[in-house]
DNA sequence: TCGCTATATATAGCGTTGCTACGTATTGGG
DNA sequence: CCCAATACGTAGCAACGCTATATATAGCGA
């Protein structure tokens, strides 16, 4: 996977994590790197810093607790985040098929 | 559509533009909008750049002509654009899979 | 004739974004 | 005892597409 085909499509990733429930910052890393079979497995530096902008946007809210010696800061999704979130899937709904059309897009190289 | 969404995916559109036949700048930026029904409608400050970027890249050669009066600069693709667009597409298939499951929205109807 | 729109190309500067590389700290296994 | 995994964080960077602006011609309507 290359590695700028993210971007623009990350925060919305984010959202769906904590859509089932809450979660800290590293479980969110491993849910969508479970969830696609490795295909996405963020970088922490990658992960932290967009939390942090999704919190400071009010999608998320986080609070802090320590587990097993080790702090942790746990979000979960406002209302404003799922409402963000839908949006962020209609418009990758949109974005899909615009980019599937014009990118005539086959898997295979085409065998005529 | 979001304008960032476009992030590292243009080059594939573009090739994909040019993969039945050369055209200059302004037409690949009609075709794509063509295409897409408008929804991807490039600024003309996107379009010449990212070619610019794909000749240097050696993926597109460009020739200069006059048609009407206006200076055109057409461009056709090369073998290792062709391979390139293989490439962008393989990735594309992989990448939209991935967001689709993360994201947890339907898969999009087609090629199914 | 004048102005507007479409056609056609080009570049400078900007903002956003994800990544790399690093730093801190604890737990637990080899 | 070291090292991996867990868990969080930031600074700096590079890439990319967009905005704004510039140039130039053709053709149309007022």
Redesign the interface.
């Known amino acids: ?2 590695a ?6 990350l925060d ?2 984010l959202l ?2 904590l ?1 089932e429930g809450p979660l800290h910052g590293y479980a969110v890393k491993e849910a ?1 790197c479970a ?2 079979g490795g ?2 497995d963020l970088p922490t530096g990658t992960v932290y810093p967009a939390l942090h902008r999704l919190e400071r946007a009010g999608l998320i809210a986080g609070s802090w607790s320590v587990v097993a010696g080790r702090r942790r800061r746990t979000y979960r999704l406002t209302e404003a985040g799922g409402r963000a979130l839908s949006g ?2 209609a ?17 295979w ?1 085409t065998t005529s």
């Open positions: 996977m290359r700028e085909a993210l971007k623009g499509h919305g990733l769906a994590a859509e969508l969830a696609t295909r996405i962020e899937r418009g990758w709904q949109e974005f899909a098929a615009a980019v599937t059309t014009a990118l005539g897009a086959r898997p190289p």
